[in-house]
């Protein structure tokens, strides 16, 4: 089955202690993104990847952090959370860069930072 | 990419059809409309898209009006499993955006009932 996995999907930690969020998925898309999803914000894009070893900011990168060393995997790294990075994260793939407007979302990984 | 507008609730009856509308007056001639829907706190899911032709899917038909201004989203038979924020999107094909990312606004909570 074609999909966008998300590990964990839940996590409550507390401020500084540094983890991960991994993503990926098995469409062998090129394009892949993280989002955060906040009441009354929507949805905001933090990093974005063209392609593998391609990495950029989007609208909100403070205190993260990715790579892109295989197509399939996408990690979010937050190395000293906080707990304005409270939040519900997406991470999202496509075809390729220029075929963006279909995108395919993973299930969500809700983080709590105490 | 053109500011649409959606009405922030609707209600629809079980088995009935459930029609969203969406205003995007300043839509331009290369923007296409894109419907996703987030069913609570899971991940955005793609439903359909066009550019000015009615178009249907398994999921859902669009109608977009002659003067592209307007459309609406049609569900033929709702179910309580519909029930979910629709949101509409306008964007040229292919990506405007350098950063592909999608830009979701309030969109519309419909509640199916039974």
């Known amino acids: 089955e074609a999909q966008v996995t998300q590990n964990p999907r839940y996590l409550i930690t507390v401020t500084g202690k540094k983890l991960t969020v991994t993503c990926s998925q098995n469409?062998?898309?090129?394009?892949m993104s993280w989002y955060r999803q906040d009441p009354g914000l929507g949805l905001r894009q933090i990093y974005y990847?063209?392609?593998?070893?391609?990495?950029d900011k989007g609208d909100v990168p403070e205190g993260y952090k990715v790579s892109r060393k295989e197509k399939r995997n996408f990690p979010l790294i937050l190395e000293s959370p906080s707990p304005n990075q409270t939040s519900l994260y997406f991470c999202?793939?496509?075809?390729?860069?220029?075929?963006?407007?279909?995108?395919?979302f993973g299930p969500g990984t809700r983080l709590t930072v105490l | 990419d053109a500011k649409t507008t959606q009405p922030t609730s609707m209600d629809c009856a079980e088995g009935r059809a459930a029609n969203l509308p969406c205003n995007h007056s300043t839509i331009s001639g290369n923007e296409y409309v894109y419907w996703y829907r987030q069913i609570h706190s899971q991940g955005p899911q793609y439903i359909i898209h066009?550019?000015?032709n009615n178009e249907t899917n398994e999921m859902a038909s669009l109608i977009i009006t002659e003067d592209r201004k307007s459309s609406t989203l049609i569900l033929p038979h709702a179910t309580l499993r519909d029930t979910a924020v629709y949101y509409c999107i306008v964007r040229v094909w292919r990506g405007s955006s350098n950063t592909g990312k999608l830009i979701f606004g309030q969109g519309t909570t419909l509640q199916v009932k039974p």
């Open positions: 066009g550019l000015k």
């Open positions: 999202a793939s496509s075809f390729d860069a220029v075929s963006t407007d279909t995108q395919y």
């Open positions: 469409m062998n898309h090129e394009y």
């Open positions: 990847s063209m392609n593998v070893e391609v990495t």
